[in-house]
């Protein structure tokens, strides 16, 4: 941490560069934020999800105080790892690094965090200092953050152009074409992930994550029962993720089927496995996700 640096290079006005301690003695922000990895699904990922309350400082700050510039199209996010990549027949070293839009990187909610949970970035979180856009995959959020680069052209690295890419058939223009997108925002998504008994009164309880767009409802089904309305915990905010609870009176003993689906306030429901999208990737696994208990 006394040797790390960051720097603010490209299309600005002024370039700039941090160490830790005065990227550490500017305005600071706080908030709860919940993300999970774009490969996590019921089939493949499970666990790559998490939940913490960071605090750092705002990435629309430090790129307005370098002054972005007028023709600039996209931010570039480099992190310190680094790796060999074959391209075209020739291996180079390349670090990880994640874009976004100028605009999509001036969104207010963005930061520069260098505290998890009230405590120093620990090392596996991006030490010191990582960059957070709450709402998207945990591969947008870049790790070991050491430089950030505005410029006029797309960032085409790996982890935009290559892998972390969604391969799936839409109607383009009355056609179904197979396109493919970057991993970006979270799909609208929901599970359950515990069942608990006390004094002989059960609850069903799970989360729900998305881009931050408000929620309507989550709703649970018990087997071939009635969709029903868990309860929000109060506690949710806009970015975490989001917790809910359903009583659940006088269950029958044996073998049960539980899932959930979260409504959003603009009328989108959590998909079930055979109305998502056609795709051949993993990526973005966002369906209703039944689960097996036995009471």
């Given at each position: 941490?006394?040797?790390?640096?960051l720097?603010?290079?490209?299309?600005?006005e002024?370039?700039?560069?941090?160490?830790?301690?005065?990227?550490?003695?500017?305005?600071?922000?706080?908030r709860?934020?919940g993300?999970?990895?774009?490969?996590?699904?019921?089939r493949?990922?499970?666990?790559?999800i998490?939940?913490?309350?960071w605090?750092?400082?705002?990435?629309?700050?430090?790129?307005?105080?370098?002054?972005?510039?007028k023709e600039?199209?996209?931010?570039?996010?480099?992190?310190?790892?680094l790796?060999?990549?074959?391209?075209?027949?020739?291996?180079?070293?390349?670090s990880?690094?994640?874009?976004l839009?100028?605009?999509?990187?001036?969104?207010?909610e963005?930061?520069?965090?260098?505290?998890?949970?009230g405590?120093?970035?620990?090392?596996?979180h991006?030490?010191?200092?990582?960059?957070?856009?709450?709402g998207?995959?945990g591969v947008s959020?870049?790790?070991?953050?050491?430089?950030?680069?505005?410029?006029s052209?797309?960032?085409?690295?790996r982890?935009?152009g290559?892998?972390?890419?969604t391969?799936?058939?839409e109607?383009?223009?009355?056609?179904d074409?197979w396109v493919?997108n970057s991993v970006?925002?979270?799909?609208l998504k929901?599970?359950?992930?515990?069942?608990?008994?006390?004094g002989?009164?059960y609850s069903i309880?799970?989360?729900?994550?998305?881009?931050?767009?408000?929620?309507?409802?989550?709703e649970?089904?018990?087997?071939?029962?009635p969709?029903?309305?868990?309860?929000m915990?109060?506690?949710?905010?806009?970015?975490?993720?989001?917790?809910?609870s359903l009583?659940?009176?006088?269950?029958t003993?044996?073998?049960?089927?539980?899932?959930?689906?979260v409504?959003?306030?603009?009328?989108?429901?959590?998909?079930?496995?055979?109305?998502?999208p056609?795709?051949?990737?993993?990526w973005?696994?966002?369906?209703?996700?039944?689960r097996?208990v036995?009471?």
């Amino acid at each position: 941490s006394d040797t790390w640096r960051l720097k603010i290079t490209g299309m600005v006005e002024n370039e700039l560069e941090f160490s830790l301690d005065e990227l550490m003695n500017l305005a600071t922000t706080q908030r709860q934020i919940g993300f999970e990895c774009g490969g996590n699904s019921q089939r493949l990922f499970h666990g790559l999800i998490g939940n913490a309350n960071w605090r750092g400082v705002s990435l629309r700050d430090l790129l307005q105080q370098a002054g972005v510039e007028k023709e600039a199209k996209e931010v570039v996010f480099f992190g310190a790892d680094l790796a060999i990549e074959e391209i075209r027949g020739r291996e180079v070293e390349k670090s990880f690094a994640r874009s976004l839009s100028v605009q999509d990187a001036m969104r207010e909610e963005n930061m520069l965090a260098f505290e998890m949970n009230g405590e120093p970035l620990p090392h596996y979180h991006g030490k010191p200092v990582r960059l957070l856009v709450p709402g998207w995959y945990g591969v947008s959020n870049v790790k070991w953050l050491t430089q950030i680069h505005v410029q006029s052209t797309r960032y085409m690295g790996r982890f935009m152009g290559r892998d972390y890419v969604t391969l799936k058939k839409e109607n383009v223009g009355g056609v179904d074409r197979w396109v493919e997108n970057s991993v970006t925002a979270m799909n609208l998504k929901s599970s359950i992930i515990r069942v608990t008994e006390m004094g002989g009164r059960y609850s069903i309880h799970g989360f729900a994550l998305n881009d931050g767009t408000p929620l309507r409802s989550v709703e649970i089904k018990v087997d071939d029962g009635p969709w029903l309305t868990a309860e929000m915990n109060p506690n949710n905010t806009r970015f975490s993720w989001k917790l809910f609870s359903l009583e659940w009176p006088n269950p029958t003993a044996g073998e049960h089927t539980l899932v959930s689906r979260v409504t959003d306030i603009n009328g989108n429901v959590q998909a079930t496995q055979e109305e998502l999208p056609e795709k051949v990737s993993y990526w973005e696994d966002f369906s209703q996700f039944p689960r097996t208990v036995v009471i």
